[in-house]
């Protein structure tokens, strides 16, 4: 089989990117994550985009899931390695992040039917050697800047109607160190 790493690109940067809810795919292919303004920023490889995109990337917890981290931050800011970020105020807070990433971020999916994670890797890797710098400015980063984007959080905010108790524990965990 051959493939035109080009034409992976052409679709993943010239296709208007969908809503992650929408990403209901559990095939394997070559994919391209957006940003809340809707920029790509990372291209990756995966055998179920639904599984990869909707549940690691948005609500996952560490570098390679990259909504998760990139978000996380202010109110939204939560770390499992931490005692004090991790108990109940931060499972709201990690509640928040998955619930902007999945509002406000979107992803393009190429469809590889059949292929295994080591034979997608090297067209991954012929993709992203093609790439420009601007779609993959989250890939082989082992850190990333974390930061809120206040005012769509606060819109969001607004439209989920939160109870005091859930703000207040939002707001304890943006002093405990998630500031972004």
Known sequence: MTIDAQ?????????????????NSRKSGIYA?????HRPAYIGETTDFRHRI???HSSGDGNSHKFSTVYNAGRMFHSRKDPRTC???GKIAKALRTRF????CRAVIFE???LNRKELKPIEARVLSIAPAEAKR???RKAIQAFEPHELVDKLLYDLNWDSSRLS????????GGEG
Request: aromatic share 8%.
């Open 138 to 140: 989250w890939n082989g």
């Open 101 to 104: 990433a999945r509002e406000y």
């Open 7 to 23: 034409a992976i690109l052409d679709h993943l940067l010239g296709t208007p990117p969908l809503k992650l809810e929408d990403i």
């Open 169 to 176: 524990a939002i707001l304890r965990q943006a002093e405990r």
């Open 54 to 56: 909707y549940q690691n």
């Open 112 to 114: 590889i039917p059949g």
């Open 33 to 37: 994550l957006y940003d809340h303004e």
């Open 87 to 89: 108990g109940e105020d």
